[in-house]
């Protein structure tokens, strides 16, 4: 009685303690948070870069789970690799083009090979044919073409002998019952050093680097979670090493202050801007072009132009960004799809960019007439209208009238004239005071999705 009695106090005063405490992994306000944020805010759209011993069975990046293949027959693609046409310079071109401003590479994913130089590992990349370090050829072609530099970094490892198993590890067991007897001689606390060590290397041998993209958390039963990975040890490191890195929140750091930057949806489609209690927060969401995230010959579902870019759209009139993915091919190349579909992007974004770039969602009070999304940029005050479904001449935007300064197609600069919503005299009456019409031309210009660029009244 006494004991038990005990205990619960033992237990109420510690909630107590700790729910005076904010948990913290750095002190830093709401606004130097935005500011620490804001190329990312204003940059909206970004490459994802998925490449690996992976690339080549070409069977997606998770083949080695998938197939349940061991370390010593995954061995032969790490045997292999030679990526005899990677241009680093040429992705970073690439990229540039289609719009994106930052861009995210796989510097180790789950399969635990390394595309870069490690110390503490001889599964890497200059151990390969290859040999060479993938990530500083990468690092100095993007940083030169003026784009932002990320690091993905998997906290999975399936080649690391100290990793314990768990059900997503290749060698997971059917019976329940068997993970303790298959991770009684592998040690975590090894595993976790590695770790820190590795993405300690990576945000030290490379300068100043904007973001880091660490993979990922995933619950009970035979999960990992933020003591596995030490977390707390870890994100403490990466804010000393890089104070204005900019990190995802895939650690589970949820509930930490400084644990996490922005929330990473993936291949989904945000209805509306995301919140975190109660308060609307960063994020990205990642996508790929197909339904793989590394390079994968026989997969054809891919999304065309259009969904592209009405992805982007809409993830901007949410207050977010899209992170694209590339899954490069064992040589090094980008599929011809992706260079397809980049082009397709980057034409539209050279005309239209400015309905993206620094934009988000339009205040309260304007309504999207329909078949339509908008975007606002704050800065100069003007509306995006992103037209789906091409109007026929009167365009009506309802409760308009006294907000609304000029308006233009963006591509060209040409104006939009600004009429009284015409109407037949028995139509007339559903105008409200202060509808007001646009007068499109007839013919739809030559744009996958043409923009309305409104001038707004201060
Ligand atoms: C998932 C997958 C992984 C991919 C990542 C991208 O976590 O495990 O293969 O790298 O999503 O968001």
Not at 275 to 303: A, L
Request: proline share 5%; with cysteine.
């Amino acid at each position: 009685m006494n004991k038990t009695l005990l205990l619960l106090q033992l237990i109420i005063f510690q909630s107590f303690i700790s729910l005076g405490q904010e948990k913290k992994i750095w002190d830093e306000t709401e606004a130097q948070k935005t500011e620490r944020m804001q190329w990312w805010t204003d940059a909206r759209f970004g490459m994802f870069i998925h490449w690996g011993l992976y690339s080549q069975p070409a069977r997606h990046e998770w083949v080695m789970r998938k197939e349940k293949i061991t370390v010593e027959d995954y061995k032969k693609y790490f045997e292999i690799f030679n990526p005899d046409l990677y241009d680093p310079s040429e992705w970073a071109r690439k990229a540039k083009e289609a719009g994106m401003k930052y861009a995210v590479i796989t510097t180790k994913h789950h399969e635990g090979f390394t595309l870069f130089d490690s110390e503490y590992t001889d599964y890497k990349i200059t151990n390969t044919p290859y040999g060479k370090d993938a990530i500083q050829e990468w690092v100095d072609a993007f940083r030169k073409e003026g784009l932002k530099i990320g690091f993905y970094y998997s906290l999975l490892d399936w080649h690391h002998p100290e990793y314990a198993i768990d059900r997503n590890h290749p060698l997971s067991p059917e019976d329940e019952a068997d993970y303790k007897k298959l991770n009684k001689d592998r040690d975590m606390n090894i595993y976790r050093e590695y770790l820190k060590n590795q993405v300690k290397e990576i945000l030290t041998s490379y300068g100043k680097i904007d973001l880091l993209w660490l993979d990922y958390s995933f619950p009970n039963p035979h999960g990992k979670f933020r003591d596995d990975w030490g977390s707390v040890e870890l994100m403490k490191m990466v804010r000393e090493l890089q104070p204005e890195i900019i990190v995802n929140d895939r650690a589970d750091l949820k509930d930490y202050a400084g644990g996490w930057d922005f929330t990473t949806p993936e291949q989904f489609k945000a209805d509306k801007w995301i919140e975190y209690n109660g308060k609307r927060v960063p994020w990205e969401t990642c996508q790929t072009f197909s339904g793989s995230w590394g390079y994968y010959r026989d997969e054809y579902t891919w999304k065309n132009t259009r969904q592209l870019l009405t992805l982007l759209i809409e993830s901007v009139s949410k207050g977010g960004n899209v992170l694209l993915n590339v899954g490069p091919t064992g040589r090094g190349k980008f599929d011809p799809r992706v260079d397809q579909a980049l082009n397709a992007m980057g034409e539209w974004m050279k005309f239209n960019s400015r309905s993206i770039y620094e934009c988000t969602q339009a205040p309260e009070g304007f309504v999207a007439p329909p078949n339509t999304i908008l975007t606002y940029n704050p800065k100069n005050n003007r509306l995006y209208i992103h037209l789906l479904d091409y109007p026929l001449e009167n365009f009506l935007l309802k409760d308009y009238k006294d907000k609304i300064k000029y308006a233009q197609f963006l591509h060209d600069a040409s104006e939009i004239k600004i009429t009284e919503p015409y109407s037949h005299w028995l139509v007339k009456q559903s105008f409200g005071e202060n509808d007001i019409n646009l007068k499109l031309p007839v013919t739809k210009p030559e744009i996958e999705i043409p923009v309305i660029e409104v001038f707004l009244k201060d």
